[in-house]
């Protein structure tokens, strides 16, 4: 071999020499770092050590925020320094380095690689849902709560107001979500997912709340009208609201006493049975007199009944009162139902008048019941309560046969009286009748020919004596009188 051959051997040998030398000089640098092109997650780890790549990731933990979303497109978010989010090296890293053979490191010059390991970090839980409550979206003074469907009563009626579904998130339920999302490393997580929000327990669309709102409707409609006379009376929902209780089914049930007592309160208003009133005579004074067997009397018992049924059927109706007594005319407001068809008897002056629809058709003297002897004809306001004609009046000492006989109370009434020619002043005084009246014939006849039953007669003892004498009348004839021992007596005063 020549000394130049073994010249340009040696130099080869020095050469290959010299790079085996570098390339295991490079291979114990890659033994000590990442290969060119290495990413880890995303970060460029080329020729980097552990400690470094660690370092970067450290670094971006750092910067770690997740976004929270909310509905209507509103997004807010959480800083990893809020709850301490930090990096924590499980040898994970230098796990993916010792994966790598430091003598490949021409290969990976031309194959370069990425990684994705998970990041192994650590953060403060309570400190995350204290800074989840810090939101925006968890203040009570900047959110809605949901709100159930109800039913609001208005002058109108009865509203069903819808349900309001609000922005109010579940605490836990957001809480779960969100630790989730920052376990995995997310960066946002939807809150409108997973049922956090809070809904509203009742919707207007609710079966039972649907059924109260028909059932109130109808009950705050329902009007009942009483008719008396050309008047009415009123009873609604302002007033039967406070009687009626619902169940869980919105089956009614009215309060009787409630109902009771309204309906006492109509009678007292409307009923004239028992109680004084102010009358003008026909010789203008004004008296007070009592109704006695007369006057309006509402069968209380009967309409209870009756009221509750109509409100716990929820109808509305007319109804026409039942009384256990009446009268002629309604009560005009000042307790007078005598209307203009009436009798008038003033004992004081002995004197009767009769006025047929307001027209005067009879004006006569009169003898009534004999005071001397305890006998006197009752005061107060009564009725006819019947008719008859050749009637026998009969009592401890007589028989009494009349043509005209109109009872007002209790075997008491007027007719007429044959065997009288004189009637008025102060006969009644001494020979007056067993509490009769006792009328001339033609008047009674007058009267009987155009009175109806149930037609009032006002009775009373005027303050003012008129001062007449009796009259003398014309009897049609003579009258028989029959004694208890049926024996005829003339010229006696029958009842």
Known sequence: MSKGTKIILSVFIIVILMVVVGYLAVGLYFNEHFFPGSVINGID???????????????????????????????????????????VSDGGVQALKDGQNSFYWIYAYFNPEAYEMTTQTAYDAALLKEAMLSLDCFNEHKITKPANAYIKETPAGYELIEAVDGDQLDIEKSFTLLKEAVDSGEDEVD??????????????????????????????????????????????????????TFDDEMNVTANWNQV?????????????????????????????????????????ETETAVLMELLESGESAEREVVYLSTAMAYNDGTGNDIGNTYVE???????????????LLVDTRIVTGNVSKDWASPEGIFCIYNKATMEILSGEDYNTPV????????????????WRNDFGG???????????????????????????????????????????????????????????????VTDQAGN
């Open 191 to 244: 809150l409108t997912q997973g049922d956090c929000y809070l809904k509203p327990e009742i919707t207007a669309e609710d079966s039972s709340l649907k059924r109260e709102y028909e059932v109130l409707n109808k009950y705050f409609n329902q009007v009942i009208t009483y008719i008396i006379g050309d008047r009415q009376e009123i009873l609604d929902y302002t007033t039967t609201k406070e009687w009626l």
């Open 45 to 87: 780890a080329s020729s980097k050590t552990v400690e470094e790549v660690e370092e970067l990731i450290a670094a971006e933990v750092e910067d770690y925020s997740i976004d929270v979303k909310l509905m209507a497109d509103k997004m807010e978010t959480i800083d990893g320094m809020e709850m301490n989010f930090e990096y």
């Open 403 to 418: 043509d005209f006989w109109m009872p007002f109370t209790e075997g008491i009434g007027i007719h007429d009286a044959k």
């Open 426 to 488: 102060t006969l009644y005084q001494s020979s007056g009748s067993h509490g009769c009246i006792n009328t001339p014939w033609d008047k009674a006849q007058i009267i009987f020919d155009n009175i109806e039953i149930g037609t009032p007669v006002v009775c009373y003892s005027a303050e003012t004596n008129l001062g007449e004498g009796p009259i003398r009348v014309s009897q049609p004839k003579e009258t028989r009188v029959i004694n208890e021992d049926g024996e005829e």
């Open 260 to 300: 009771a007592d309204w309906i006492a309160a109509l009678a007292d208003k409307n009923n004239t049975y028992g109680r004084e009133m102010d009358f003008t005579t026909s010789l203008g004074e004004v008296v007070t007199v009592k109704h006695e067997n007369y006057g309006w009397n509402m069968d209380q």
């Open 345 to 359: 008897i003033d004992y004081t002056n002995q004197r009767m008048w009769f006025y047929l629809r307001g027209e």
